[in-house]
T-cell receptor
Framework: KNEVEQSPQNLTAQEGEFITINCSYSVGISALHWLQQHPGGGIVSLFMLSSGKKKHGRLIATINIQEKHSSLHITASHPRDSAVYICAALIGDDKIIFGKGTRLHILP | EAQVTQNPRYLITVTGKKLTVTCSQNMNHEYMSWYRQDPGLGLRQIYYSMNVEVTDKGDVPEGYKVSRKEKRNFPLILESPSPNQTSLYFC??????????????FGPGTRLTVT
């Protein structure tokens, strides 16, 4: 079993829909990282979370340490949000384990 | 402009021919790391470095070497590449020496094909 599991693997939605991507982990973590990988391959950091909730524009990330679960939400989704979203668990100060990613496709 | 650069971006080579993929950052970051990305497996950590002359193995270090002689550079060396090292490689850096506690900046990726 992978230490970091994401769901769903693939998600297709209509423009404007509220999107939720889930990340569960089985190890103790120091923080959780959400990344976005564009269709061209480039990776950018979205959020780093160790507790609670963070918001940036239409993106919201939450984490529940007790339940070992994090969610990434996108409000008012847009075709430009189409990308692969990856969660990564930070173990201690130096190791990082990635989920396999969620491929999101927003239809106009 | 703050960035992580990798070279080359694309490389096709043959089994056994030594190669180096360079990684450089201009943000004075202490932490640097190499990852490979494969279909169905996602991103996996190869090696990381907490600071100059400090490197450690990630999850898939076999067949790779790294060095950190200067803060800004973290080259990935494949002494004898094999076809199973065909992959998309990313270098990343982060501010703090204590690990990737803050935002990681990723390079653009290097697509390596070993025939």
């Amino acid at each position: 079993k992978n230490e970091v599991e994401q769901s769903p693997q693939n998600l297709t939605a209509q423009e404007g829909e509220f999107i939720t991507i889930n990340c569960s982990y089985s190890v103790g973590i120091s923080a959780l990282h959400w990344l976005q990988q564009h269709p061209g391959g480039g990776i950018v950091s979205l959020f780093m979370l160790s507790s609670g909730k963070k918001k940036h524009g239409r993106l919201i990330a939450t984490i529940n340490i007790q339940e070992k679960h994090s969610s990434l939400h996108i409000t008012a989704s847009h075709p430009r949000d189409s990308a692969v979203y990856i969660c990564a668990a930070l173990i201690g100060d130096d190791k990082i384990i990635f989920g396999k990613g969620t491929r999101l496709h927003i239809l106009p | 402009e703050a960035q992580v650069t990798q070279n080359p971006r694309y490389l096709i080579t043959v089994t056994g021919k030594k190669l180096t993929v360079t990684c450089s950052q201009n943000m004075n970051h202490e932490y640097m790391s190499w990852y490979r990305q494969d279909p169905g497996l996602g991103l996996r950590q190869i090696y990381y470095s907490m600071n100059v002359e400090v490197t450690d193995k990630g999850d898939v270090p076999e067949g790779y070497k790294v060095s950190r002689k200067e803060k800004r550079n973290f080259p990935l060396i494949l002494e004898s590449p094999s076809p199973n090292q065909t992959s998309l490689y990313f270098c990343a850096s982060s501010l703090v020496a204590s690990g990737p506690t803050y935002e990681q900046y990723f390079g653009p990726g290097t697509r390596l094909t070993v025939t």
